[in-house]
């Protein structure tokens, strides 16, 4: 199942932008989504999660005083509010899922959206 995002865009530093991401079918095995990041010349990087019934998030240390994950059960969809944005965090936003477990790391996901371009100028 490949998720889709949405809500990228080119803001200035100190902004704020919303992305959304869907999760296309049914949704029992799906135990927790996520947010990563990849930045120009880095690795991916784990941002935030939330687990499937929405009691427990985690979010990397760098963001978690500025992001919010949450999700919209109705709609199947997984939002991350970012706000204070800055120029090194320009690069490609990827939702994904896992099936097990709430995991931080990349290679525990195994489904993913297209991503979406997120560009903060300074």
């Known amino acids: 199942v490949q998720l889709v995002e949405s809500g990228g865009g080119s803001v200035r530093a100190g902004d704020s932008l919303r992305l959304s991401c869907t999760y296309p079918g049914r949704t029992y095995s799906v135990a927790t989504m996520a947010w990563f990041r990849q930045a120009p010349t880095r690795e991916l990087e784990f941002l935030a999660n939330?687990?499937?019934?929405?009691?427990?998030?985690e979010y990397a240390d760098a963001v978690k005083d500025r992001f919010t994950i949450s999700r919209n059960s109705a709609k199947n969809m997984v939002l991350l509010q970012m706000n204070s944005l800055k120029p090194e965090e320009t690069g490609v936003y990827y939702c994904?899922?896992?099936?097990?477990?709430?995991?931080?790391?990349?290679?525990?996901?195994?489904?993913w959206g297209q991503g979406t371009q997120v560009t903060v100028s300074a």
């Open positions: 994904a899922a896992a099936f097990t477990g709430q995991p931080s790391t990349p290679e525990k996901y195994e489904s």
């Open positions: 939330i687990n499937w019934s929405g009691e427990r998030v």
